[in-house]
């Protein structure tokens, strides 16, 4: 494997190629559409399917449709294309089979601009879609990351026979930066045993989310929750950094992620005894290791490009045990490392008892 300088929407097509994707559904929409036009070009090289459908509503139907049949399926889009794909990713939750989406975000509401935001928080996370649901949902902060998650939304969607999200800002759909892509993986042969594939020789199945008695749609939805408890429990993922000995703990993910580890390292190196947690899950949210954290500081400080979304979580995280203070921009604006270090300074100089 070698190293190669990648746009992080390629990076990501390439990577759900690599990974063994066999149908690519999408519509074009900025700042997602060079994921798009890679899939447009490789898929047919490779002999699979890609169709550039109607609209985004057409695109996650066919996502639905292919899913059931047991194949690697995806699409991807931004901000206001995954609004419209919301019925049907209730539909794919209540029909149990697995898929992959991926969101690169956009500055909003409404149509907004084509800047990188974080403001599909709650989109994603909540449900992405009517009923008693949540996604998994990952977040790269980096062109490697993007690459390396990819590959586990595949499996995890598998695994789980559910909806697993991608999701990342326009800075790193947009950003290019040197990373290492998988080698390809064969195209599974062997179906699963819930796989619509032809009912000749066998008892037929039958993939749907209606359920017309009350009785039936609450075993549908006590199964559903039984297996979202299990990923909740086991599915937790972040990273962390200097959290043995902080007072204050940065907890921020993405791109945002990043500049607040800017903003962190100068921070200690200065003596202030801060730390950086990014949660790599959005679902399942990282709340175990935050509580536990809570434990041992001061303060968390949440650093989102969004008017505080992820803030609300950490907020259930903690407790009540500790503070739990926010700074961000909206709108595409990037918080850049020296409003996040201002932001830590001030807060520190606002809790005397954390060391400096």
């Known amino acids: 494997m070698s190293v190669e300088l990648l746009k992080g929407n390629v990076a990501l097509a390439e990577a759900a190629i690599r990974a063994g994707v066999e149908a690519y559904f999408g519509y074009p929409i900025t700042p997602q559409t060079e994921l798009l036009e890679h899939m447009a070009k490789r898929m047919p090289e490779l002999g699979r399917v890609f169709v550039q459908a109607e609209s985004e509503v057409a695109a996650i139907n066919m996502v639905y449709g292919a899913a059931s049949t047991g194949v690697r399926t995806m699409t991807s889009s931004s901000s206001p294309g995954i609004s419209l794909m919301q019925e049907g990713f209730s539909y794919i939750a209540g029909s149990e089979v697995p898929c992959v989406i991926v969101d690169i975000m956009r500055g909003g509401p409404g149509l907004g601009n084509i800047q990188p935001s974080q403001s599909d928080y709650f989109q994603v996370t909540r449900s992405a879609g009517h009923g008693d649901y949540h996604p998994i949902v990952l977040a790269p902060a980096s062109v490697q990351e993007a690459i390396d998650l ?133 679902w399942p949210f990282p709340e175990d290791r935050l509580s536990a954290l809570a434990d041992q500081i001061d303060a968390f400080l949440v650093v989102e490009m969004n008017a505080g979304q992820m803030w609300e979580d950490v907020r259930l995280a903690a407790g009540g045990q500790v503070p739990v203070m926010f700074a961000g921009r909206m709108g595409g604006m990037v918080p850049m490392p020296e409003e996040i270090y201002e932001a830590i300074q001030q807060l520190v100089e606002k809790l005397p008892e954390c060391p400096r």
């Open 150 to 282: 990819m590959t586990l939304a595949f499996d995890l969607a598998d695994e789980y026979r559910h909806l697993v999200f991608v999701v990342a800002d326009g800075l790193i759909g947009q950003m290019m930066e040197p990373a290492t892509l998988p080698p390809m993986q064969p195209i599974r042969t062997e179906k699963a045993d819930w796989a619509l594939t032809g009912a000749e020789g066998r008892e037929k199945r039958i993939i749907t989310s209606l359920e017309l008695t009350a009785p039936e749609l609450e075993a549908v939805n006590l199964r559903l929750q039984d297996k979202l408890q299990t990923i909740r429990e086991t599915e937790q993922r972040w990273t962390e950094l200097w959290t043995d000995d902080a007072r204050l703990i940065v907890v921020s993910y993405g791109s945002a992620g990043r500049i607040a580890e800017t903003a962190v390292r100068r921070a200690r190196e200065e003596g202030l005894k801060v730390g950086l947690l990014r949660p790599i899950t959005l």
